[in-house]
């Protein structure tokens, strides 16, 4: 497993959508700032129809797979507001989900999850991109 943090890409409505997420009052002090913000501070940013259908951007789905454990999950990367409790959606701010923001299919990462533990995570595949499908303004 690569345990270099892969480049990560993300469009630019994602970029602005997440730092007026972060600069909310409610998400001020959610545990995973600091690291959700190092994250975007170093991706790469491009126009929505400029987005490689081969990242991971918010409202995609993809299938990750836990190194650890090697079970495939299938997520979908939302915001907080649309985190409904479905075990498939993965909010942005929970750290599974800044963990795969803006990763590629084949990218793995290391990540700190909450109690000390660390997730090892995989993109195996993208099963829906937003921007690649042409929705470029979700």
Do not use: C
Not at 96 to 105: E, M, Q, T
Not at 112 to 117: H, I, N, V, Y
């Amino acid at each position: 497993m690569n345990t270099a943090t892969p480049p990560i890409v993300m469009s630019s409505l994602d970029l602005e959508r997440i730092e007026a997420l972060l600069d909310a009052p409610a998400h001020r002090h959610f545990p995973g700032l600091e690291a959700l913000r190092a994250e975007i501070a170093r991706a790469s940013v491009v126009e929505p129809e400029q987005m490689p259908a081969d990242v991971v951007t918010m409202n995609s789905t993809a299938q990750v797979v836990d190194e650890n454990n090697h079970e495939e999950y299938e997520l979908t990367l939302v915001y907080p507001r649309e985190a409904d409790g479905d075990p498939g959606k993965v909010s942005v701010l929970a750290p599974v989900g800044s963990a795969i923001l803006g990763l590629r299919v084949g990218d793995s990462i290391r990540w700190p999850m909450p109690g000390g533990r660390e997730a090892a995570l995989r993109i195996a595949a993208i099963r829906y991109q937003p921007e690649a499908a042409g929705h470029l303004h979700r």
